[in-house]
């Protein structure tokens, strides 16, 4: 028979719990987690009973919190954090040239500089396994949280990120996003505001996607209305492809852009502009504080800076 703790405290039920205090939606969560709405509430309504107390209550349609649940929350983090902990310390005793490195990389990102530098790495440490996950921004954190990931590779900075407190970074680049347009009128200008980039509809990332939301939030700020969006993808090359075939506007990183020919696009009276005000943004690796200092993880950084010290970041992308 299970004791309290392990009714409380199995893994499926501290996920199931975290998993609805991130989303405050029975619905969303059961889909997130690929359960029956039903099985989350059966599985909620167990653990209340177990603690004997309600950990969450409603106001309207709107779920919060109770007393109690924030308690189960703020523990929950803490035996989260603390089998984080005694995994890495275990793995600080590991050797730098052997096991594995899991590096969740953002969906949006181009990962030609990261696949030469892992070519690179293992002519060195062939006993080193690098992985790499593409993943969401979403399921980046959780990866994160859940020590599945050692190394994310994102942009920031990232508003969503409401605690920031258990995770270190290092930057990798600044990177700007450009616009991509078909208005002659516009063919020369080297910087274009808002205002006049809705002309056309628009091409862009997932409504969900960092980039999509950076750039949702400039308009925002500068009062100038969204543009009417034609078509979402995931990635950069079908962006592209999109707007250069359907005559859509669309942003895409200078990162991306530097691996392309921009003089060719030109001459198909596609043209690549500056944004004014800019709309910049940091490429950097993000981990749990103190991940780099097990041996591989820190050889693997430093390594990375290495492979950049001979030929940059941006000139390794460009043509």
Do not use: C
């Amino acid at each position: 028979m299970k004791t309290t703790q392990e009714n409380i405290f199995s893994s499926k039920t501290l996920s199931y719990f975290l998993q609805l205090t991130d989303t405050m939606n029975y619905t969303q969560a059961a889909q997130i987690l690929g359960i029956t709405q039903p099985a989350l509430t059966q599985q909620i309504k167990k653990l209340e009973r177990t603690v004997g107390t309600p950990l969450f209550y409603s106001v309207g349609k709107k779920l919060r919190l109770t007393d109690a649940g924030y308690i189960m929350l703020k523990t929950t983090h803490q035996i989260y954090d603390l089998l984080n902990n005694a995994t890495d310390e275990i793995q600080q005793a590991t050797s730098s040239t052997t096991g594995q490195i899991n590096l969740g990389i953002l969906a949006s990102i181009e990962t030609k500089v990261f696949e030469d530098f892992a070519l690179e790495l293992y002519k060195e440490n062939p006993d080193l396994e690098v992985n790499f996950h593409m993943l969401t921004r979403k399921e980046i954190w959780e990866s994160l949280e859940n020590n599945r990931i050692d190394l994310a590779i994102m942009y920031l900075p990232d508003e969503s990120i409401k605690n920031w407190k258990p995770y270190s970074s290092k930057k990798i680049i600044s990177d700007d996003l450009l616009f991509i347009h078909h208005n002659p009128k516009f063919a020369d200008k080297k910087k274009i505001r808002l205002k006049y980039v809705g002309d056309r509809p628009w091409v862009m990332y997932p409504e969900d996607y960092y980039l999509n939301q950076t750039l949702r939030e400039t308009f925002k700020n500068q009062m100038v209305d969204f543009p009417q969006t034609a078509a979402r993808y995931t990635m950069p090359e079908q962006i592209l492809k999109f707007a250069i075939n359907t005559h859509t506007n669309t942003a895409l990183p200078k990162s991306f852009l530097l691996n392309l020919d921009l003089n060719k696009m030109t001459d198909d009276d596609i043209w690549v502009t500056e944004f004014d005000p800019k709309i910049r943004f940091d490429l950097k690796f993000v981990y749990r504080k103190n991940k780099n200092e097990i041996p591989r993880i820190g050889r693997f950084l430093s390594k990375f800076d290495d492979f950049l010290a001979k030929k940059d970041y941006l000139s390794r992308l460009a043509k």
